[in-house]
């Protein structure tokens, strides 16, 4: 017989705490384990003691991008998975800018809505799943 699996941990980064709370909110009542940041240096430091699966980030944030944030938390997590959202025009050239590092992140445009997100986090070829 095998074991129950472990539901997916998911770190939800915004510096808008009703986004933040709100998507990870969702995320649970889908069967993620998701946890929700204001600060990204708390979730930086939450990776390194419990791996996320996903971080999903805002890009604009203080103290720390979005792009920042996944770059830091895939140098200790190496298998976690990132989406960003953003809803400044100005994220293009931050992409832009990670892409030539060699970091691909997938961008969903902010406000993000719920279904959406759901469907993205769905639709991903490594199929996370609560």
Not at 47 to 72: F, K, Q, R
Not at 84 to 102: H, I, K, P, Y
């Amino acid at each position: 017989m095998s074991e129950p699996r472990k539901p997916h941990r998911v770190f939800v980064v915004d510096d808008e705490r009703v986004i933040a709370s709100t998507l990870a909110m969702i995320l649970c009542q889908q069967g993620f384990d998701a946890t929700a940041f204001t600060m990204p240096l708390e979730a930086l430091q939450a990776a390194h003691a419990s791996p996320p699966d996903l971080l999903i980030s805002d890009v604009v944030m203080p103290h720390l991008s979005g792009i920042d944030l996944a770059m830091l938390v895939q140098q200790c997590c190496p298998d976690c998975r990132v989406l960003l959202f953003s809803g400044q025009a100005a994220t293009a050239n931050l992409l832009e800018d990670a892409r030539v590092g060699g970091h691909h992140y997938e961008l969903l445009a902010k406000p993000v809505h719920p279904q959406d997100l759901l469907s993205k986090i769905r639709s991903l070829s490594w199929g996370i799943h609560p």
